[in-house]
């Protein structure tokens, strides 16, 4: 997967680079610190080297509103340990929130076709006063935990406002999760307030969760109130069912719209709780600051993804995914925020194009398997429609696939910035991602990220490039989690992320530094397979199997089998395909010679369906311990947990 000798698929002009905020950036770092800083490159040095001179600056490049006395680092060498802005106060709603025209659009909503809204700036700050007085007469106080089953609509960004204006810290799902995925989260962090939806739409279908919050709501430790909010307009009927419940109306109102007020605290006071996929155990709750996850949104928003007040931002997400906290955080730059709920094939594949080409996304972000979706649809956009407000598109979830990359390009914009990054919810931002001064080649991420000290590690902890290894990062950075929930001794954080190398964050991808600078993401570390003691990445097997037209999508593990690993490849066919011995044979030839003959599985069975986390990514991991016989510790993780049973007890892989 590498891209020796490759050309580019896209270099910006140099008017374009010029004009870029990332050289603005530059020259006003020059101006300032006295540097000679030339390019991206110089820039990333120095931001690693002078960690609280660069993270002031981005400080002051999103005129964050808040207190920044000195110190603006302590024990900057430590990890865990390090303190950014110590003795900094803000309140991260108060950024989102700062003052705009009310008439500005501040959210566009699409539920399928179903539903479609624009909320000003007014409106979104009425609502936003409205429930911080409902949550504080509800006893929210800072340090509650507030918690959301919500879609991607407007009213779970200004609950969310209201709560951390509060000093709460915000968790949310979406609510197609199980009851017992909304138990294994939320019961652990035992909100004060809860807020859910009656229901959902789904692929022009009303899904009604009324049942599931039933059994929900009673079993919420230390809950105070249940408040339904309207969408498919069963909100009393459900509200009816509950203990503690009322409407989103009622709940606000007693309360008339009045100026809203802001708890400055700590820099590190945490705001959100997110989770892990919980696919090996109950998940970990992640608990992130508020400070930390501003300053790394407004550098990612504004440097790396060049976007610009008044430009419209899209990420097709859950709440249930990091990627919606990296998205509401845009309205810290002053961008107007494009949110979707419900399938993004219905009622058509160009559904999102359709909203894209009419609120003229700046950004538009999506999931690896979306594009590759796309591609197999033979859906052109870029033929269509007007995409000429689009500068920039964002790709993560998992690997985008060589053959994806080479499909923006030729079906959906050929004058445009495809950034795939990656990072996680461990962080709630990324690692490597984009930089829109530089040439794209396929398959490749572009660069690490500003602040972020990326290596790659061999197992013996030297760095190497051109060789795969761990993904690390040594260096601390203010949005490392400020720790896990009923974690007091940090021995489950320390675990995850610090018990590989010492005082060094390892991620938990299995990652390579290509010629350009560049860097591969060739799938998680736990899911890498070890066949003769060769270390293989999953997506380089999905690279090129995903090129046989017949297979849909494709999956892989590593079978324990006779005092070695197996390769084992699951594939999911187009209707009317079978896997017969040419099709076996063409994929085993396109991988041995896509990627090398140590890629080939030993076994390809075809299966009808892939599991897959409730954010998209499918589960190596799951289907490896049912093949072997385990139990998979938590499916309630998982969206398609059904599916899980195609893999059990196959006699294929009995021989």
């Known amino acids: 997967m590498s891209a020796t000798g490759q050309e580019p698929l896209w270099t910006p002009s140099p008017e374009r680079v010029a004009a870029t905020?990332?050289?603005?950036?530059?020259?006003?770092?020059?101006?300032?610190?006295?540097?000679?800083?030339?390019?991206?490159?110089?820039?990333?040095?120095?931001?690693?080297?002078?960690?609280?001179?660069?993270?002031?600056?981005?400080?002051?490049?999103?005129?964050?509103?808040?207190?920044?006395?000195?110190?603006?680092?302590?024990?900057?060498?430590?990890?865990?340990?390090?303190?950014?802005?110590?003795?900094?106060?803000?309140?991260?709603?108060?950024?989102?929130?700062?003052?705009?025209?009310?008439?500005?659009?501040?959210?566009?909503?699409?539920?399928?076709?179903?539903?479609?809204?624009?909320?000003?700036?007014?409106?979104?700050?009425?609502?936003?006063?409205?429930?911080?007085?409902?949550?504080?007469?509800?006893?929210?106080?800072?340090?509650d935990r507030v918690a959301a089953t919500l879609p991607n609509m407007p009213e779970t960004i200004a609950i969310m406002?209201?709560?951390?204006?509060?000093?709460?810290?915000?968790?949310?799902?979406?609510?197609?999760?199980?009851?017992?995925?909304?138990?294994?989260?939320?019961?652990?962090?035992?909100?004060?307030?809860?807020?859910?939806?009656?229901?959902?739409?789904?692929?022009?279908?009303?899904?009604?969760?009324?049942?599931?919050?039933?059994?929900?709501?009673?079993q919420l430790p230390g809950l105070a109130r249940a408040v339904i909010v309207p969408y498919l307009d069963e909100a009393e009927a459900v509200v009816a069912r509950l203990p503690n419940g009322a409407s989103l109306d009622a709940f606000i109102a007693p309360f008339a719209p009045a100026p809203l007020t802001f708890e400055r605290l700590p820099f590190n006071h945490p705001a959100f709780i997110l989770f892990s996929s919980g696919t090996t155990g109950v998940p970990k709750c992640i608990v992130h600051g508020a400070g930390g996850t501003l300053l790394q949104h407004i550098k990612e928003h504004r440097l790396h993804c060049d976007l610009a007040p008044g430009e419209r931002l899209f990420y097709f997400t859950t709440c249930g995914w990091m990627m919606w906290n990296w998205l509401v955080t845009g309205l810290a730059s002053g961008l107007t925020l494009c949110l979707f709920d419900g399938s993004p094939f219905a009622p058509t594949p160009s559904v999102l194009f359709d909203y894209a080409e009419k609120e003229r996304f700046a950004l538009f972000g999506t999931s690896a398997k979306y594009i590759d979706s796309?591609?197999?649809?033979?859906?052109?956009?870029?033929?269509?429609?007007?995409?000429?407000?689009?500068?920039?598109?964002?790709?993560?979830?998992?690997?985008?696939?060589?053959?994806?990359?080479?499909?923006?390009?030729?079906?959906?914009k050929s004058d445009l910035h495809l950034a795939s990054i990656s990072g996680g919810t461990d962080i709630v931002s990324c690692f490597v991602l984009g930089d829109p001064t530089a040439?794209?080649?396929?398959?490749?991420?572009?660069?690490?990220?500003?602040?972020?000290?990326?290596?790659?590690?061999?197992?013996?902890?030297?760095?190497?490039?051109?060789?795969?290894?761990?993904?690390?990062?040594?260096r601390p950075f203010p949005c490392m989690p400020v720790q896990f929930w009923n974690d007091p001794e940090g021995a489950k954080y320390h675990a995850a992320y610090f018990e590989r190398f010492d005082n060094v964050w390892c991620h938990g991808d299995f990652a390579e530094w290509t010629e350009h600078g560049g860097i591969v993401i060739h799938g998680r570390s736990d899911a890498t397979l070890n066949p003769q003691g060769v270390r293989i990445g999953t997506a380089e097997i999905y690279a090129q199997a995903e090129q046989v037209p017949e297979i849909l999508e494709a999956i892989a593990i590593g079978q324990e089998w006779d005092n070695d690993v197996r390769v084992v490849l699951f594939v999911r066919l187009k209707e009317g395909a079978a896997l017969d011995a040419d099709l076996d044979r063409r994929i085993k030839t396109q991988i041995r010679t896509g990627?090398?003959?140590?890629?080939?599985?030993?076994?390809?069975?075809?299966?009808t369906d892939i599991p897959r986390t409730r954010s998209g990514k499918i589960t190596e991991l799951a289907v490896r311990e049912v093949v072997h016989g385990r139990p998979v510790k938590n499916t309630e993780a998982l969206a398609n947990p059904e599916s899980l049973e195609l893999y059990r007890d196959l006699p294929e892989l009995a021989v």
């Open 595 to 607: 990627a090398s003959p140590r890629h080939v599985p030993a076994k390809i069975i075809a299966v």
């Open 439 to 474: 040439p794209v080649y396929k398959g490749e991420i572009q660069a690490p990220g500003l602040g972020m000290a990326v290596e790659v590690w061999s197992d013996e902890g030297k760095a190497v490039t051109g060789e795969r290894g761990e993904l690390v990062c040594t």
């Open 161 to 218: 406002l209201a709560a951390t204006s509060l000093g709460a810290i915000f968790s949310s799902c979406s609510p197609d999760f199980g009851e017992r995925g909304i138990l294994d989260r939320f019961g652990q962090i035992a909100p004060k307030v809860y807020f859910a939806c009656d229901g959902y739409w789904y692929n022009g279908k009303r899904v009604s969760i009324a049942d599931k919050l039933a059994h929900v709501v009673p």
């Open 21 to 143: 905020q990332l050289s603005a950036f530059i020259g006003a770092v020059n101006a300032r610190r006295g540097t000679s800083l030339a390019g991206y490159r110089a820039l990333h040095r120095w931001s690693i080297e002078n960690p609280a001179d660069f993270w002031e600056e981005i400080w002051d490049l999103g005129e964050v509103i808040g207190e920044k006395p000195g110190p603006l680092l302590v024990d900057g060498a430590r990890m865990p340990g390090a303190q950014f802005f110590p003795e900094a106060r803000l309140n991260y709603a108060e950024n989102l929130l700062r003052p705009r025209a009310r008439a500005d659009i501040a959210v566009i909503f699409r539920g399928e076709d179903k539903v479609e809204r624009h909320v000003t700036f007014g409106e979104l700050s009425d609502l936003v006063s409205r429930l911080q007085q409902a949550l504080r007469a509800a006893g929210v106080t800072a340090g």
């Open 374 to 412: 796309l591609r197999k649809e033979g859906v052109r956009p870029g033929e269509t429609h007007d995409l000429s407000a689009l500068k920039a598109l964002t790709s993560t979830g998992s690997p985008l696939a060589p053959e994806s990359f080479a499909y923006v390009y030729e079906g959906i």
